[in-house]
């Protein structure tokens, strides 16, 4: 779709709006200004979340070439030391930062972000167990933020031939048959809505939810093929005021991954925790006295022997019980797939390696 041709749907739109009887009595910014604000530079994307959003992931000019997953040059690829749990799915990231603007940089908690940026989130499903390099495409995940700290998301679906992606106009549950040694198993799959985007990405936690220093403290290559620290690449190219320092870089904090034997468990579990309830279980956020966030001390986390809200009928229920898994609530909601689940939406099934890991903590921690 070219920009004319969208301008013309916004129009549309607007006609659309008028035909229904809808009152012109709004003096502020007019809805035909705000649906046709696009972001400035190479990507066609809307600039708020009225925007006309293209209705092809092809459309958007985040890859320039669909087949490779080519990215536009002037994104920058990045990883992080932990990721949220996605129902098995491999991901890829991107972000591109309006020319001559840069993110607050700061050693711990949230960045702040110029209105603007361009976060993208690339999901593939390994379907052959025998096999990882066998994907089928899923998802390419859109996060672009506003001024003040809020965001808003896009997300596109591909098409079984993988040639292009469709706008997610509502969300659905898909099965993917997996091949297992054992025969086809079947993994469920929520793609979800741009609303379902705003129930974790929320502006108590910044919006923007796994770029900070203590995701991107690792080394990654960088454009030219050095590797090196990410925050480091991030300085040099002018993303992030104030640069970090290369001699502070091991003081900065840094997730630690469910299977780096170098870590401590106790750090393992709290970046596990940090990264898939941390956003949501924070002071102020969702409801529990506990704060999932791994910058918080752990005598002040209120997890270990943490008082419970909902008991789920467990005796002696804890957030956290020393030795105890069955009485401990934060493993109970991550051990089921029941109502009772957490995170509430887009988890499909039950992370064994993240339940392995905080059942292996529980049971170390002294009564
Ligand atoms: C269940 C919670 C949840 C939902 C729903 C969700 N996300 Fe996220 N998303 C996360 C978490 C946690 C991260 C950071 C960790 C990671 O990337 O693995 C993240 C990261 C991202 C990123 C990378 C930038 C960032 O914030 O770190 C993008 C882009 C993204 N999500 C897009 C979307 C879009 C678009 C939607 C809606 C269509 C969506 N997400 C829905 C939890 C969620
Ligand atoms: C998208 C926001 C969100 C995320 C992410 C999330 N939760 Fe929750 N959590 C909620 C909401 C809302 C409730 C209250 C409703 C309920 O009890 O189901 C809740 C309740 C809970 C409770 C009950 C608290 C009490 O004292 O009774 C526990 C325990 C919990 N969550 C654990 C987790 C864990 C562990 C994770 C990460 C694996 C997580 N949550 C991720 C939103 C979230």
Redesign the pocket.
């Known amino acids: 779709m070219t920009r004319t041709h969208n301008r013309l749907l916004s129009l549309a739109g607007l006609a659309i709006a008028i035909g229904l009887g809808a009152p012109a009595c709004d003096r502020g910014e007019s809805s035909s200004d705000s649906a046709s604000a696009r972001l400035p530079g190479p990507l066609n994307l809307p600039a708020n979340r009225n925007g006309q959003v293209p209705a092809l992931l092809s459309e958007t000019g985040i890859f320039t070439d669909l087949q490779t997953l080519t990215p536009h040059p002037a994104l920058l690829a990045y990883d992080i030391n932990v990721s949220f749990?996605s129902d098995g799915a491999d991901k890829k990231r991107w972000i591109w930062v309006p020319p001559g603007r840069s993110i607050r940089f700061s050693p711990t908690g949230e960045w702040e972000f110029p209105a603007g940026t361009v976060l993208i989130k690339h999901f593939d499903m390994p379907t052959d167990l025998s096999r990882p390099e066998v994907k089928r495409r899923l998802e390419t995940r859109i996060v672009i933020t506003e001024a003040g700290g809020e965001v808003f998301g896009i997300a596109y679906k591909w098409r079984d031939d993988g040639r292009d992606a469709d706008y997610i106009v509502r969300s659905l549950r898909e099965e993917i048959p997996v091949q297992a040694p054992d025969g086809v198993q079947s993994r469920k799959w929520y793609f979800p809505h741009a609303h379902d985007c705003l129930?974790?990405h929320?502006s108590l936690a910044g919006g923007v939810l796994g770029v900070s220093t203590r995701q991107l403290n690792c080394d990654f290559p960088t454009p030219d093929g050095r590797l090196q620290n990410q925050l480091l690449t991030w300085g040099e190219r002018g993303l992030l005021k104030p640069r970090p320092r290369p001699e502070a870089l091991s003081t900065y904090p840094r997730l630690a991954a469910a299977h780096d034997s170098s870590r401590s468990l106790e750090d393992r579990a709290r970046s596990?925790?940090d990264v898939?309830?941390?956003?949501?279980?924070r002071p102020d956020?969702?409801?529990?006295?506990?704060d999932?966030r791994y910058e918080t001390p752990l005598s002040k986390q209120n997890l270990v022997n943490?008082?419970?809200?909902?008991?789920?009928d467990l005796d002696h229920?804890r957030?956290i019980a020393p030795r105890d898994p069955s009485r401990s609530?934060?493993?109970?909601?991550?051990d089921t797939l029941k109502?009772?689940?957490?995170?509430?939406?887009a988890?499909e099934s039950i992370?064994a390696e993240?339940v392995a890991l905080?059942r292996e903590w529980i049971e170390s921690l002294q009564p």
């Open positions: 749990w129930q974790c929320i596990y925790l898939n309830c941390g956003y949501c279980h956020g969702a409801p529990g006295e506990f999932a943490g008082p419970v809200l909902i008991d789920l229920a957030t609530l934060i493993l109970q909601r991550i109502r009772t689940k957490m995170p509430p939406l988890r992370d993240g905080l």
